[in-house]
């Protein structure tokens, strides 16, 4: 498989007449400035025409084909809101089929957005009314859309009956999320700022699991860069004391009015990243869409996430 995916990011596989193939077969036409070849079987392509850059997105595998058939869904979704949470390119999903998808996104000249922007990408204030949800359910749901049976599945059914006890009395707000909602998927240039790449949208998500992933997701992957897990799991419960301070600082007419609700919508979001992770390196496993390093870094980033959730609890 690992030897697949090497053919595959070289073009070997899939080459870059078939991707012409495609692009004519959609009465694409222009001049070819650039074509990436990706992991989980996903090409790149930057194509001019009438002096204007436009760029594609080609997916060759079940799953980033749905993954694309969903990134529709969330622009769609959000297009359709007066106030949306985020601005977002033009997008158009050209077509779709059985063996792959092709997906246009308006190409915008910028500079990538950095930590501490959250509030140039992120539209929303925290203070409007949203649905209610059950634990139990939103937590089932979260399970069920990305299940796997082994072992290691018993230790996450533990932990959600500690969660279950600790908070049942509690319901959940939801709202739409983008999902992977980070600053390597932003761009900013003098007109806007903009948020891309909405593979894992969902329609109703825990509150604040954007707000969690764009200030945790970054800090997790630096120590795992830099070997300093055993640091993040010692100061992580003084780092989300800092994170809630900030947060009622600035967002003080707010649903989230205390801090047990704002812990539990934290143990959510470890909890789906970790369940995630474990999903996707599942598939990476059987299908081969990724180096064997990426499928390591899954692993330890998910084991990761599981340490911080036990920390919490």
Known sequence: MTHNYAKFINGEIFTQKDVLRILDDNKIKGKIINIKFYQY?????????????????????????????????????????????????????????????????????GSRGNYFELSKFYNNCFSKNYKIVNLQNYISSIVKKNQIDDDKSKKIDDIIKIILEKYKSISIPVEAS???????????????????DLEFFQKERSLLYDYFHWKITPIIAKSLKYNCKFFLKKTFIFLIKILYLEFKIKYKKTIINNERLFKLLLILFLLERHIFLRYQNFINQIEGLVSQDEKNLLSINSNLYMNLLIKIL
């Open 178 to 196: 983008h999902g992977d909602f980070i600053s390597f998927n932003t761009i900013k240039n003098l007109n806007k700022n903009y948020v891309f």
């Open 41 to 109: 079987k996903k090409i790149y392509i930057q194509l001019k025409k009438n002096k204007k850059i436009y760029f594609f997105k080609l997916c060759l595998n079940k799953h980033s084909i749905d993954l694309s058939k969903n990134e529709s869904d969330g622009y769609d979704y959000f297009s359709k809101i007066d106030k949306p949470e985020f601005n977002l390119p033009n997008y158009k999903l050209i077509n779709i089929t059985q063996n792959y998808s092709l997906s246009k996104i308006e190409f915008i000249e």
